[in-house]
């Protein structure tokens, strides 16, 4: 069900709990997927846009950063969605229920009903159906077939073409029933004809709720037949079938929230048990693939430790940047995984990563890691005073011989770390400010333009 909305919003939100800088490049490409995936699944374009516009406005607000900038911008997709997909409405049982199903042809009437019977019927209540599906010969037969498999009372007269007569006819027999289910007659298309059918049956049955049976694939146009519906049937939910085998569900979905018809239950299946009661929360943490949005703000915070950023930060506002600071930089990298991540992760980086073939990108990763290596088998004087290094060839070939790498590869470390410490200097607005988010996009970028591949 909406598998591949699901994957590309696990994608998203991934992309912004990773990201160690929320720079515009990071946040158009975010916004772009999001877009693509959206409107795969048939969300209105305006409404798509809508959400764009928000997110990139908020990631661009240079009010919140770092991390609670991350966790503003996933609440707010989190919101987002929750209100295209509307509110929840949730069917309270009185003491006697009659449902009406209404909906066009093969829309999933019949079958919902069986659903809905079983599932009443399994949690203690009495229930029945009732068929006034006139207009197709097999209709009767069909739900009386499908409820005989599951036990549930069905009442049906074959050859009578008055729906009314027919309700009339076991109004008695039906009295003892805490939930009537009734079937009714589609048409091709929502004719005046059907309309008036409704219209005089509501009058005499004078249903406790009235459903609207519409199947997932109709997307978008599911907004129109819902608004018809609506206005000439009192549709008080609508049900929405076939979940399971189309992609459009998307539009089916948030065309009902729209018009501010709740979507009261989705069918995902053919079998009796293919029915979920539709919360729009559980459904999106669901395609979000998260229990709750709690553990999305753990999964942030567990990717960024933010006490070292910003003692990091601290260090670098003060101008401070020695080989150990670059080390914790190295091994955060590593944990936060492959390089490839990485990559995408540091503003510079990621926009050469297109620009560089695999085979670099690989050559790249070994290189960090025998940078790690190097800085791994120095003293922690050397680390915190790498010029001395440069003074005393004797400490590089220590270090090469005790790393497995070689000096002249110690010395392109120290090269770049000069590198990198002179940008930090000539860039560091050595204020109480300190470092802001910008100006470390500034360094991250120039360092990656500097870096050679
Ligand atoms: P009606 O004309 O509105 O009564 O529609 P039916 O109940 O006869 O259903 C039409 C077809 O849709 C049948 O073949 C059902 O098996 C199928 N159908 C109904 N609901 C679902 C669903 O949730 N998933 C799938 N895959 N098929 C469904
Ligand atoms: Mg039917």
């Given amino acids: 069900m909406l598998e591949k909305l699901s994957s590309a919003l696990k994608r998203t939100t991934d992309k912004i709990a990773n990201a160690v800088f929320l720079d515009k490049n990071l946040v158009d490409s975010v916004v772009k997927d999001l877009q693509r995936a959206l409107i795969e699944a048939d969300v209105n374009v305006s409404l798509v846009l809508e959400i764009s516009k928000k997110i990139k406005q908020s990631a661009l607000d240079e009010r919140i950063s770092g991390i609670e900038k991350k966790e503003h911008i996933i609440k707010l997709l989190h919101d987002e969605l929750l209100s295209i997909l509307g509110g929840k409405k949730e069917i309270q049982l009185k003491k006697k229920n ?18 809905l019977a079983s599932y009443y019927s399994k949690r ?25 498999k599951i036990n549930i ?15 009339n006819t076991y109004k008695e027999q039906l009295k003892k029933y805490e939930i009537i289910l009734v079937d009714t007659a589609g048409r091709d298309a929502l004719s005046q004809d059907l309309i008036k059918e409704i219209k005089s049956l509501s009058l005499l049955i004078k249903p406790s709720e009235t459903f609207l049976v519409m199947s997932a ?6 907004k129109a037949q819902a608004q018809a519906f609506k206005s000439s049937a009192s549709v008080s939910g609508v049900i929405i079938t076939k979940m399971d085998s189309t992609a459009k569900a998307g539009g089916a979905l948030t065309a009902c929230s729209e018009i501010k018809v709740p979507v009261v239950f989705i069918g995902v299946g053919e079998k009796p048990s293919d029915l979920e009661s539709f919360d729009p929360e559980s459904f999106l943490s669901r395609l979000l693939g998260l229990g709750d949005l709690k553990t999305l703000m753990e999964k942030i915070h567990s990717v960024v430790d933010k006490k070292q950023i910003e003692s990091q930060q601290a260090r670098l506002a003060e101008g401070k940047f020695t080989l150990r600071d670059l080390q914790t930089q190295l091994e955060s990298m590593e944990s936060l995984g492959s390089m490839d991540k990485i990559m995408s992760m540091i503003p510079g980086l990621g926009n050469a ?14 290189r960090v890691k025998r940078w790690k290596y ?6 922690p004087y050397e680390k915190e005073n790498p010029e001395i290094l440069e003074k005393q060839t004797s400490r590089i070939q220590r270090i090469a011989h005790g790393s497995g790498t070689s000096t002249t590869e110690i010395r392109s470390l120290l090269k770049q770390y000069k590198m990198l410490k002179e940008m930090i200097k000539s860039q560091t607005n050595i204020s109480e400010k300190g470092l802001d988010q910008k100006t470390m996009m500034k360094l991250a970028k120039k360092f990656g333009r500097k870096m050679k591949f």
Avoid: N
Avoid at 134 to 145: C, D, G, I, M, T
Avoid at 217 to 222: E, H
Avoid at 353 to 366: H, N, T
Avoid at 374 to 379: A, D, E, L, V, W
């Fill in 98 to 115: 009659t449902f009406m199903f209404v909906g066009l042809y093969g829309a999933g009437k019949t079958t919902t009903i069986t659903k």
């Fill in 124 to 148: 203690g209540h009495s229930v029945c159906a009732i068929g006034l599906d006139v207009h197709r010969p097999a209709a009767p037969e069909q739900l009386k077939q499908a409820c005989d």
């Fill in 153 to 167: 009372p069905v009442f049906i007269l074959p050859e009578e073409k008055d729906p009314k007569r027919i309700w």
């Fill in 217 to 222: 694939d109709i997307g978008q146009s599911a």
């Fill in 353 to 366: 990563k297109e620009k560089i073939s695999e085979s670099q990108l690989e050559a790249q990763q070994e």
């Fill in 374 to 379: 190097s800085i791994g088998s120095m003293t």
